[in-house]
């Protein structure tokens, strides 16, 4: 049987990268992708397919999570995904959720490297130090803008990171005129507003098309290749190396170890065993599937799990905290230059806001957060159910929800925002296996054990309240915001933390398992802490990191 | 009322129901037999939730076309089918107690009086939003589905699809 050189499990934004240097630089690699193997040509904007019936993601009759969510008095809540609907899964096809992503581009500030250290202890939370800092990472933020492709425009503000590229590689994708009152109102404020960096290509580069500024964004496969997924912008050119091989609906079951891993089992998609030889292997399945690999891989040296000695795989899950709001801007109120302009379609808002990225509250400096604003997505489906209820909450039908269908479409566009902040790491939130419920493959499934540190609810709404400050400056009605606990399931970081300490957690600093020198894990499982941004950049950055010291590790053969 | 309704809508098996996968090329029954139930009756609730209005009809649209073709989709679940058909049996059964007719025998506004008693109860919002739900899936979905003739619903809407648009049903 052949042996890779390195065997990857997952294909998205941290694996992607380690296939891609790996293979250019000669080595055989092959990545195991659990989900199909789609082209651009399969990325149509269709509402039903993609949103309503949830294309991209497995049926949670044949895959699911179980949560446990714990109530006021202690006990705790049990609910499977299937009996629920609670669906923890996100892009399940080659390349992964990043081919659904927004590719709103924030970098992680320094301070979010040393989190304990500048902000101190907070009670009830497992907040660490990174074992790297940000000076660390930033050149591989730098070879993401230039590789996988960020548009955008550097502007001062108060927490502007230090770059070793003074701008951006491309110019910002084209904007809304919405975007210029939202400067005008944040400049009346004293805030600063930020375009928002992208992965999303303006223009025909990097071997890929432009935008074609469909309108369809986020939650959509690209058509055009113009969204820095994984594939388009680093597995497409991997294979072409002939050193990559990609077998698509292939789900690792099993790392087999004897002193090292020596072997991937997986099933295909008639459910057939196979097996996979290597002698480096990287996991990167999104964090809640890599930490059920590795418990679900247990033997003689491992009998808690593969690299689980310690009992730490699993441990301090963490999502991004936060919340949503919105605003609406009534045709009527607007002049018809300002009408015209908010009827514009396709052009991206492209603006954010990090003021309060740090802030006092009494007396005290508190760690805050990044707000990215947009409209409201353009699924017609999905904006009418939200008109089926009035402002007392009772349903509406008949010519009264005629003509507030008319309203909601016709005479007003609804404006919106996405606060991000730290998801405290706990003790309570974590991945554990659940033996009694099986997947389609008879596999014992993850089992998800949430919880909300309430710190991160008063920074969401701290943050919520100065989006809403600025929707009332730009003239917006019905302005409102929803901040809770509940996860975003597309970003979910952490269950393998990195750091010095092998009792305390699960990867030395290089993202090589403490236990097994031939085992990385290089997708947002490694993060200690999430920082205040959405992770993908994050991921990418540390994966192209990761990627350079195996790279010297094979050459140097050790 | 509400215990056993309750009940049967968690009743597993109460209505066998034909799974037969959705056609590749078809999503919705363009020839569904509208005299038959549980259609008859929501073709009617249709009517009362979304009147016709210049721009399109709901036969234009062919919503109960539609409908037919979520009730052999096999990405819904079971439990949502037999809601449909169940909260249609339902809504006859408070037609009967209340005006000793069923539903589509009824007045508008005894229809409506009908529709806003169950609308104050769990289970009739909870049906009352799923079928509002397919409702808007047959008026603003790709045509390609069988709903939305000549993208009417979307015009109505002044909606603007994304582009590429499915070239084939892909569910």
Same mark, same amino acid.
């Given at each position: 049987?052949?042996?890779?050189?390195?065997?990857?499990?997952?294909?998205?934004?941290?694996?992607?990268?380690?296939?891609?240097?790996?293979?250019?630089?000669?080595?055989?690699?092959?990545?195991?992708?659990?989900?199909?193997?789609?082209?651009?040509?399969?990325?149509?904007?269709?509402?039903?397919?993609?949103?309503?019936?949830?294309?991209?993601?497995? +049926?949670?009759?044949?895959?699911? =999570?179980?949560?446990?969510?714990?109530?006021?008095?202690?006990?705790?809540?049990?609910?499977?995904?299937?009996?629920?609907?609670?669906?923890?899964?996100? &892009?399940?096809?080659?390349?992964?959720?990043?081919?659904?992503?927004?590719?709103?581009?924030?970098?992680?500030?320094?301070?979010?490297?040393?989190?304990?250290?500048?902000?101190?202890?907070?009670?009830?939370?497992?907040?660490?130090?990174?074992?790297?800092?940000?000076?660390?990472?930033?050149?591989?933020?730098?070879?993401?803008?230039?590789?996988? &492709?960020?548009?955008?425009?550097?502007?001062?503000?108060?927490?502007?990171?230090?770059?070793?590229?003074?701008?951006?590689?491309?110019?910002?994708?084209?904007?809304?005129?919405?975007? =210029?009152?939202?400067?005008?109102?944040?400049?009346?404020?004293?805030? =600063?507003?930020?375009?928002?960096?992208?992965?999303?290509?303006?223009?025909?580069?990097?071997?890929?098309? &432009?935008?074609?500024?469909?309108?369809?964004?986020?939650?959509?496969?690209?058509?055009?290749?113009?969204?820095?997924?994984?594939?388009?912008? !680093?597995?497409?050119?991997?294979?072409?190396?002939?050193?990559?091989?990609?077998?698509?609906?292939?789900?690792?079951?099993?790392?087999?170890?004897?002193?090292?891993?020596?072997?991937?089992?997986?099933?295909?998609?008639?459910?057939?065993? =196979?097996?996979?030889?290597?002698?480096?292997?990287?996991?990167?399945?999104?964090?809640?599937?890599?930490?059920? !690999?590795?418990?679900?891989?247990?033997?003689?040296?491992?009998?808690? &799990?593969?690299?689980?000695?310690?009992?730490?795989?699993?441990?301090?899950?963490?999502?991004?905290?936060?919340?949503?709001?919105?605003?609406?801007?009534?045709?009527?109120?607007?002049?018809?230059?300002?009408?015209? /302009?908010?009827?514009?379609?396709?052009?991206?808002?492209?603006?954010?806001?990090?003021?309060?990225?740090?802030?006092?509250?009494?007396?005290?400096?508190?760690?805050?957060?990044?707000?990215?604003?947009?409209?409201?997505?353009?699924?017609?489906?999905?904006?009418?159910?939200?008109? !089926?209820?009035?402002?007392?909450?009772?349903?509406?039908?008949?010519?009264?929800?005629?003509?507030?269908?008319?309203?909601?479409?016709?005479?007003?566009?609804?404006?919106?925002?996405?606060?991000?902040?730290?998801?405290?790491?706990?003790?309570?939130?974590?991945?554990?296996?659940?033996?009694?419920?099986?997947?389609?493959?008879?596999?014992?499934?993850?089992?998800?054990?949430?919880?909300?540190?309430?710190?991160?609810?008063?920074?969401?709404?701290?943050?919520?309240?100065?989006?809403?400050?600025?929707?009332?400056?730009?003239?917006?009605?019905?302005?409102? +915001?929803?901040?809770?606990?509940?996860?975003?399931?597309?970003?979910?970081?952490? /269950?393998?933390?990195?750091?010095?300490?092998?009792?305390?957690?699960?990867?030395?600093?290089?993202?090589?398992?403490?236990?097994?020198?031939? !085992?990385?894990?290089?997708?947002?499982?490694?993060?200690?802490?999430?920082?205040?941004?959405?992770?993908?950049?994050?991921?990418?950055?540390?994966?192209?990191?990761?990627?350079?010291?195996?790279?010297?590790?094979?050459?140097?053969?050790? | 009322?509400?215990?056993?309704?309750?009940?049967?809508?968690?009743?597993?098996?109460?209505?066998?129901?034909?799974?037969?996968?959705?056609?590749?090329?078809?999503?919705?029954?363009?020839?569904?037999?509208?005299?038959?139930?549980?259609?008859?009756?929501? @073709?009617?609730?249709?009517?009362?939730?979304?009147?016709?209005?210049?721009?399109?009809?709901?036969?234009?649209?062919?919503?109960?076309?539609?409908?037919?073709?979520?009730?052999?989709?096999?990405?819904?679940?079971?439990?949502?089918?037999?809601?449909?058909?169940?909260?249609? @049996?339902?809504?006859?059964?408070?037609?009967?107690?209340?005006?000793?007719?069923?539903?589509?025998?009824?007045?508008?506004?005894?229809?409506?009086?009908?529709?806003?008693?169950?609308?104050?109860?769990?289970?009739?919002?909870?049906?009352?939003?799923?079928?509002?739900?397919?409702?808007?899936?047959?008026?603003?979905?790709?045509?390609?589905?069988?709903?939305?003739?000549?993208? @009417?619903?979307?015009?109505?809407?002044?909606?603007?699809?994304?582009?590429?648009?499915?070239?084939?049903?892909?569910?």
């Amino acid at each position: 049987m052949k042996q890779y050189d390195v065997c990857i499990i997952g294909s998205g934004a941290g694996a992607a990268p380690v296939a891609y240097e790996l293979s250019r630089a000669g080595f055989s690699v092959v990545v195991l992708e659990k989900g199909p193997d789609l082209s651009e040509k399969d990325f149509a904007k269709d509402e039903i397919a993609v949103s309503r019936r949830s294309l991209y993601t497995p +049926s949670l009759k044949d895959e699911q =999570h179980v949560i446990e969510t714990y109530n006021e008095d202690g006990t705790i809540h049990r609910v499977t995904g299937s009996e629920s609907g609670w669906n923890f899964w996100n &892009g399940s096809m080659v390349g992964g959720s990043s081919n659904l992503m927004s590719g709103y581009f924030h970098r992680m500030k320094p301070d979010d490297f040393r989190l304990q250290t500048a902000y101190g202890e907070i009670k009830g939370a497992n907040v660490v130090d990174w074992p790297i800092s940000y000076e660390t990472l930033e050149p591989y933020y730098d070879k993401v803008e230039k590789l996988v &492709g960020v548009s955008g425009r550097v502007v001062k503000h108060p927490f502007q990171e230090k770059r070793s590229s003074a701008e951006f590689p491309y110019p910002p994708t084209w904007e809304q005129p919405v975007s =210029h009152w939202f400067d005008n109102a944040c400049e009346k404020l004293g805030f =600063h507003s930020i375009p928002t960096p992208r992965a999303i290509l303006p223009y025909d580069a990097l071997g890929r098309s &432009g935008c074609s500024y469909s309108n369809y964004c986020g939650s959509y496969g690209c058509a055009t290749g113009a969204k820095s997924h994984a594939k388009s912008a !680093l597995l497409d050119k991997a294979v072409k190396t002939g050193n990559c091989k990609i077998i698509s609906d292939a789900f690792v079951y099993m790392l087999n170890t004897d002193t090292l891993v020596n072997e991937a089992l997986y099933y295909d998609k008639e459910g057939n065993a =196979h097996s996979i030889k290597a002698k480096i292997f990287v996991v990167a399945a999104q964090a809640i599937e890599s930490s059920r !690999l590795l418990l679900n891989s247990k033997s003689k040296k491992f009998p808690n &799990g593969l690299a689980n000695n310690s009992g730490q795989v699993g441990k301090n899950l963490i999502f991004s905290a936060g919340g949503s709001g919105q605003g609406r801007f009534e045709m009527k109120e607007l002049d018809a230059q300002k009408r015209s /302009g908010l009827l514009t379609r396709g052009a991206f808002v492209n603006r954010s806001l990090q003021d309060w990225y740090d802030y006092k509250a009494d007396g005290k400096r508190i760690k805050g957060g990044t707000i990215d604003f947009l409209y409201e997505h353009a699924n017609p489906i999905s904006r009418a159910l939200r008109e !089926l209820y009035d402002d007392e909450g009772n349903l509406v039908w008949g010519k009264a929800l005629q003509v507030k269908l008319q309203h909601a479409f016709k005479e007003s566009r609804v404006f919106t925002f996405e606060v991000f902040n730290d998801w405290l790491p706990t003790d309570k939130c974590f991945v554990s296996i659940d033996e009694s419920v099986k997947d389609k493959w008879r596999v014992p499934v993850g089992k998800i054990h949430l919880y909300g540190h309430p710190h991160d609810l008063e920074v969401g709404n701290h943050l919520a309240s100065k989006a809403e400050e600025v929707f009332l400056k730009m003239g917006a009605v019905d302005i409102y +915001s929803n901040v809770s606990a509940a996860p975003p399931p597309n970003l979910v970081a952490g /269950g393998c933390r990195f750091g010095e300490d092998p009792k305390m957690s699960v990867l030395r600093s290089d993202c090589r398992a403490h236990e097994v020198k031939n !085992l990385y894990v290089t997708d947002a499982s490694f993060m200690p802490t999430g920082g205040s941004v959405p992770y993908t950049w994050t991921i990418y950055a540390n994966s192209f990191r990761v990627a350079d010291i195996i790279l010297k590790r094979l050459k140097e053969n050790v | 009322m509400l215990k056993r309704r309750d009940f049967l809508v968690q009743s597993a098996l109460l209505l066998s129901l034909p799974v037969i996968a959705a056609s590749a090329k078809e999503y919705a029954s363009q020839s569904v037999k509208i005299y038959t139930e549980p259609y008859q009756t929501i @073709a009617y609730l249709y009517s009362d939730l979304f009147p016709s209005n210049p721009s399109f009809s709901l036969k234009e649209i062919n919503a109960i076309g539609y409908l037919y073709g979520v009730m052999h989709d096999e990405r819904i679940d079971l439990e949502t089918k037999e809601f449909i058909i169940n909260g249609a @049996a339902w809504l006859n059964e408070e037609a009967v107690e209340k005006y000793k007719k069923s539903y589509i025998k009824l007045l508008g506004n005894e229809r409506q009086k009908i529709l806003k008693d169950i609308s104050m109860t769990r289970w009739g919002d909870s049906w009352l939003y799923t079928m509002m739900s397919y409702l808007f899936e047959a008026i603003l979905s790709d045509p390609i589905y069988g709903g939305n003739t000549d993208a @009417a619903g979307w015009q109505w809407f002044d909606h603007e699809p994304g582009f590429p648009r499915p070239d084939r049903v892909m569910i």
